[in-house]
């Protein structure tokens, strides 16, 4: 197939990419309606996390199936499938009378999502000018980064002033409009399709690693009362990992091809891109918090301090998508790199006194270097590969990706309620800006092994000619 940049490849990712943008715009603007949805179901905080933790659980599950999946089916028949079933699950939500439906519905999200974000960019990868690579894999990256930027205002503006269900409602539309662009798009054409035999045992040991380490980080922050519900599973995950480890290197065609670690660039690349998108939600569970408890402003005001940065880090994924077509990898990615540890170091400084004005300035910075990271990174990672091998390590990037959305904000949380039980402060607020201080200090230090990383990642990478 002719690699040309033209109206279709462009409606393409477009329309993959709205899938991931709609599973993401509806995990953070849900964030809002925690404590609606509370009183609604008469469901404690632990019990309604399970509307992010189920669509996370399930995306995470589905994911190691893309190689699998791009191997014995059309892009097409893949993106109808995962179409239909976010919207779906979109439709039990919306009608949902009961919260363990709403879950379903969510739930049924997950797996649409799980297929859509590795297909987005698999279009990207097999489909691309290769001079253009760059730039693609940042407007990829830009259509699903404006949605964590977006959704706790638009959030916020839903549940004010219509219900929470309607959150789910308006995704239907933009659902609609994704799967007829697919349609009209994505050839139906199968392309380099290589039929193989579905790897039972990897897939069945990938998923319990991953119910078991998400079960684990979900209850990390009782881990004091109850640590039987933190370590059980945790240990589960760790025998079914090193099963699935074993299994993979032990076959030849195996769910999804590890022996990329080997290629060293690679493996770092990924680790920083792991620890980058934790520091991301890292900061996006501690900032509405302090503004709201600290600040004793609204949530809709929390979600209006953080829309320009993530505006910006949107806007700046294309940017460095360009920038290392043209220039290489590690002069946008390391540029981003500085200014995450400018971000980190002014948030830590400062964390006692957070006022509106500094939390837009150092979060706009911060977010400028992710745009500038994320999606260069997983480009010049991906250059590391032999072309055979882009499947598999899309599928890891994406797996990662997931995987960190469903610990990052666990162990936050846990680091943030520890920091408060052990304070001697008074008040609720000075204790909640003892929990902030403890978790701005420990993603200044992930941020400091993630910069390392890229240094290493970036070393000798250069974007392919």
């Known amino acids: 197939m002719e690699r040309k940049l033209d109206a279709k490849l462009i409606c393409s990712i477009f329309a993959a990419g709205l899938m991931s943008f709609s599973g993401v715009l509806i995990e953070t603007a849900g964030n809002v309606t925690f404590p609606v949805l509370m009183k609604d ?190 370590v059980i599973p945790f240990v589960i995950g760790i025998i079914a990992l090193i099963i699935f480890i074993k299994h993979s290197l032990s076959v030849e065609k195996p769910l999804i091809n590890i022996r990329v670690f080997k290629k060293s660039k690679f493996s770092y690349g990924i680790c920083a891109y792991f620890i980058f998108q934790i520091n991301t939600l890292g900061l996006s569970f501690i900032l509405p918090n302090y503004v709201q408890i600290v600040n004793h402003a609204t949530a809709m005001t929390a979600g209006l301090l953080l829309l320009t940065g993530g505006l910006i880090g949107a806007i700046a994924s294309p940017i460095g998508g360009r920038l290392l077509d043209n220039y290489g990898a590690q002069k946008p990615i390391m540029s981003g790199a500085i200014l995450e540890i400018i971000g980190a170091i002014l948030f830590c400084f400062f964390a006692s006194a957070l006022t509106a004005s500094k939390i837009i300035l150092f979060y706009a910075i911060t977010m400028l270097g992710i745009g500038l990271i994320m999606g260069d990174t997983m480009t010049a990672s991906l250059n590391e590969l032999d072309q055979s091998q882009n499947k598999d390590g899309n599928g890891l990037f994406n797996m990662a990706q997931q995987f960190a959305g469903a610990v990052g904000t666990a162990i936050v949380s846990a680091i943030m309620q520890v920091a408060q039980q052990i304070s001697t402060k008074a008040t609720s607020v000075g204790k909640l800006i003892d929990g902030a201080q403890l978790g701005l200090l420990f993603l200044l230090v992930l941020v400091i092994i993630g910069v390392y990383l890229l240094y290493k990642a970036t070393k000798i990478v250069k974007a392919k000619e």
């Open 41 to 230: 179901f008469n469901v404690n905080m632990a019990t309604v996390q399970w509307m992010t933790t189920g669509y996370l659980l399930i995306a995470s599950i589905v994911m190691p199936l893309s190689a699998y999946l791009k191997n014995n089916f059309s892009s097409r028949k893949l993106f109808v499938t995962a179409a239909i079933l976010f919207i779906l699950g979109l439709l039990i939500d919306s009608t949902a009378n009961n919260f363990t439906l709403l879950v379903l519905g969510r739930v049924v999200q997950g797996a649409g999502a799980g297929i859509a974000i590795p297909l987005m960019f698999n279009i990207i990868l097999e489909r691309s000018p290769l001079d253009k690579i760059g730039l693609l894999m940042g407007i990829g990256t830009m259509i699903t980064a404006v949605a964590p930027a977006l959704g706790p205002t638009f959030g916020g503006a839903v549940v004010n002033q219509l219900g929470w269900r309607y959150i789910f409602i308006f995704m239907i539309p933009v659902m609609a409009i994704s799967l007829i662009l697919g349609l009209t798009s994505i050839s139906k054409a199968s392309y380099r399709i290589n039929r193989s035999k579905l790897d039972i045992i990897g897939f069945i040991s990938v998923a319990v690693t991953f119910v078991g380490f998400i079960l684990a980080f979900s209850n990390l922050s009782t881990i004091g009362k109850e640590p039987f519900f933190f």
